[in-house]
């Protein structure tokens, strides 16, 4: 059971540079989940996905970012025209059953950190 | 909105001693409660978790209790061992408003353990 993989690991990109981040979830999980931790910050929730979905993209900025789920492959967090302002930890997790629940238990990646010179 | 204050890292703590690690929250509904363990170069894992008011989560001798009457969930071992050093989240699940339950973390408190 290999666990929810991240990759890369570490990320170093220029202002201006498109940074692409990817998570492949635990065997047997279908609904991913993306959030970023800010230096000095708690994690906060960007958005969760099922294959082919985005069910809800409420912790999202509006602009630049965007996260996919194909039918094949990992999911894929994706920020164009980086900003300093990007530089954390985004970190993805897994769970086997749906966000609808309130107890719903995820297991987590160990993050990709994004740093933008 | 949904916040978690727990406090301020980082702690440092001779092998055998007690932890306690306080954290509160503020939420609108009924949220369930986590506690989450992050050791250096790993992804966060489930420590303990409790759903409802009074119900006390437990592992690896860790234990917290729900309390609603002071929106408190606070994290607590009585002997902690070296292996213990990580950096302990606690986070709420409650619903985002768009659709599903997200969690809300605090900022994490680290915890050292010296022999």
């Known amino acids: 059971n290999a666990g929810v993989m991240q990759n890369p690991r570490h990320l170093v990109r220029r202002r201006g540079q498109e940074a692409r981040l990817r998570c492949s979830p635990m065997k047997g999980h279908s609904h991913v989940y993306w959030y970023r931790q800010l230096p000095e910050e708690g994690l906060k929730f960007m958005v969760y996905?099922?294959?082919?979905?985005?069910?809800?993209e409420s912790g999202m900025p509006k602009e630049r970012f965007s996260a996919e789920f194909p039918k094949e492959g990992p999911s894929i967090l994706r920020i164009q025209q980086v900003v300093r302002g990007d530089s954390a930890a985004y970190f993805c997790?897994?769970?086997?059953?749906?966000?609808?629940?309130?107890?719903?238990?995820?297991?987590f990646g160990a993050g990709s950190r994004l740093t933008v010179l | 909105g949904d916040s978690v204050t727990q406090m301020e890292g980082p702690v440092t703590l001779s092998e055998e001693a007690f932890l306690t690690i306080n954290c509160t929250y503020t939420?609108?509904?009924?949220?369930?409660l986590f506690w989450y363990v992050q050791y250096p170069g790993e992804g966060l894992q489930l420590l303990l978790k409790a759903t409802k008011a009074d119900d006390k989560g437990s592992n690896k001798g860790f234990e917290a209790t729900y309390r609603k009457e002071t929106t408190s969930f606070h994290l607590e071992k009585g002997s902690v061992q070296v292996s213990d050093s990580a950096v302990y989240f606690c986070a709420l699940q409650a619903y985002s408003g768009a659709g599903s339950y997200q969690l809300t973390f605090g900022k994490g408190t680290k915890l050292s353990v010296i022999p």
């Open positions: 939420a609108t509904g009924y949220p369930s």
């Open positions: 996905l099922q294959k082919e979905n985005i069910i809800d």
């Open positions: 997790a897994s769970s086997r059953q749906g966000g609808s629940s309130g107890a719903n238990v995820l297991t």
